[in-house]
């Protein structure tokens, strides 16, 4: 009987990624205020402006480019960009 090498788990000899992957942009201007960015952020890297007008980035190692806060802002108010 042959004895066959285990096949290595890519996913597991991948170091776990640090710091973030996504860059976000924030139009403040052209933000309405409706909160959906910061209300639907999974990783809460967003949150609304003391003055309540627009959403800023608290945390921008948070941001993992899921581009839900881009792909659902109303007024195109917000730009994410992927980082390699």
Not at 12 to 25: E, L, S, T, Y
Not at 29 to 46: D, Q, R
Request: charged share 20%.
């Amino acid at each position: 009987m042959t004895e066959v090498a285990p096949v290595p788990n890519q996913a597991q000899d991948k170091p776990a990624r640090k710091g973030p992957r996504g860059h976000v942009i924030i139009h403040a201007t052209w933000c309405k205020g409706c909160h959906i960015c910061v209300e639907f952020c999974p990783t809460k890297a967003l949150e609304m402006h003391p003055s309540g007008n627009h959403p800023i980035v608290v945390d921008q190692e948070r941001c993992t480019a899921c581009h839900f806060c881009d792909t659902h802002c109303p007024d195109l108010a917000i730009v994410v960009r992927k980082l390699n």
